[in-house]
């Protein structure tokens, strides 16, 4: 009987989520004639495979040229499994992000989250830029961990700085 | 003897543009890994130097392609002018285009009324259109193929299943997937089977810019299979011929067998 009760308790205690927390610098380049940049970002199991998309910014505006187009310049990213998806991807995809820092917020219930296994993995951030150049990042983090995770990278080109927080 | 000499000689010549390892024969896609519905331009030349249109245009009549589902699909705006053979493609379909010129047939030369007959075609009309007591017959065989491959998408490998006829190359590695530093597999096939011990060479484009050919000299291990390291993103040619007796019809003596492919590395 004292047993049963436990276990109830054990059900209907509350759980914390584990978040990772993404702040993404799009950097102000002096150029003549800047196109906000592709930016692609991922989970990347230790293989180099991919655990997760969290993010891909393109040109989604109708009235313009299609900007699927220009995906496959995000060359890392479309051979890791960008090539696979079917745009628009719900909670991952959306129009490019103008100069400045940019928060990514996911916790472990979220669905781009949801699936991935305890482990080490590396961040990904790759960006390209039209008439520009192209950068990739990688940030090694451990998910979830067993304490607080702070880590960055910083870009020489095309991007800022990637910090990366996780909380277990 | 001398008959014998003659007849030698002009089999040789007619073999000679086709035999001929002066010019290389290829064709280069404008981009291999694409996005479904975006088109691709092709070249098609016959050149010593990678990838340079200087010498003659590549004929593109036994042009084959074929799209990811194992259809055919025709090519647009062909052209050809004087250093080159252009056509569009549209990637309408998901997955991996192969683009292939494929020659297969016999030659033949024989005396008909004291005077030399040339006659090319296929063995099914070999039979009927060359006589059976043809006097002095040369006959010989050849089976070229020239490819590239192209990807909208994910890569997919349909349009690559071999016809088992000719040398062949089957992925290991899939073509369009391949990076600057990183090792790839092809297997080849020769009638179907593993073409074990075969002589490849591969080149990278660019031959203009530097001193060397920088030719690798590779050969394919006991499964037929061919470990490449690329050293650099960039378009390669790779070449690999052989001459056996597996001729189509039994007054060919020899049959010459090649195969051309252009691969393009993308860096990391």
Redesign the interface.
Same mark, same amino acid.
């Given at each position: 009987m004292r047993f049963a009760v436990l276990m109830l308790i054990g059900f209907s205690a509350p759980t914390l989520a584990a978040e990772l927390n993404i702040k993404l610098e799009v950097p102000r380049l002096d150029v003549a004639e800047y196109h906000r940049p592709y930016i692609a970002v991922w989970v990347e199991n230790q293989d180099q495979s991919t655990a997760t998309h969290l993010a891909v910014w393109y040109q989604t505006e109708s009235k313009k040229e299609?900007g699927?187009?220009w995906?496959?310049d995000l060359?890392?990213w479309?051979?890791r499994g960008g090539?696979?998806l079917e745009m628009p991807v719900d909670g991952v995809t959306g129009a490019t992000r103008p100069v400045g820092v940019h928060s990514l917020s996911f916790k472990s219930t979220d669905k781009q989250l949801a699936k991935l296994a305890p482990g080490k993995y590396n961040l990904v951030v790759e960006a390209t830029r039209e008439v520009g150049g192209r950068e990739l990042l990688r940030v090694p983090f451990e998910w979830p961990g067993t304490q607080k995770q702070q880590a960055s990278a910083n870009g020489k080109t095309e991007l800022g700085a990637v910090t990366l927080n996780v909380t277990p | 003897m001398k008959t014998a000499l003659r007849a030698v000689a002009l089999t040789a010549a007619l073999l000679a543009p086709l035999a001929s390892h002066a010019h290389k024969a290829w064709l280069l896609p404008s981009s291999t890994?694409?996005?479904v519905?975006?088109w691709i331009t092709v070249d098609a030349a016959v050149s010593n130097d990678l990838f340079y249109f200087n010498h003659v245009p590549l004929r593109i009549d036994a042009l084959v392609i074929t799209a990811p589902d194992g259809s055919k699909v025709a090519p647009e705006n062909v052209s050809t002018g004087k250093y080159r053979s252009v056509f569009d493609l549209q990637l309408k379909q998901n997955g991996t285009y192969k683009v292939a010129i494929l020659n297969q047939g016999l030659f033949a030369n024989y005396e008909e009324n004291g005077a030399r007959k040339r006659w090319r075609g296929t063995a099914e009309k070999f039979a009927t259109e060359v006589p059976a007591n043809a006097k002095g017959l040369e006959v010989n065989e050849s089976v070229g193929r020239i490819e590239t491959f192209v990807t909208a998408?994910? *890569?997919s490998e349909a349009a690559l299943k071999p016809s088992n006829v000719g040398l062949e190359l089957i992925p290991v590695t899939h073509p369009n997937?391949l990076?600057a530093g990183e090792a790839s597999k092809f297997r080849f096939l020769l009638d179907g089977k593993p073409a074990a011990n075969l002589d490849v060479v591969l080149q990278a484009g660019g031959t203009r810019y530097r001193n060397e050919q920088e030719q690798q000299k590779l050969k394919t291990d006991a499964n037929g299979e061919l470990a490449v390291t690329w050293p650099n993103p960039g378009m390669y040619w790779l070449e690999s011929s052989l001459q056996d007796q597996k001729t189509s019809v039994k007054q060919a003596k020899q049959r010459r067998v090649s195969y051309v492919a252009t691969f393009e590395v993308? *860096?990391?």
């Open positions: 299609d699927t187009q995906l496959k060359r890392q479309w051979r090539r696979e | 890994v694409s996005t519905d975006q998408g994910k *890569p997937d990076y993308l *860096p990391q």
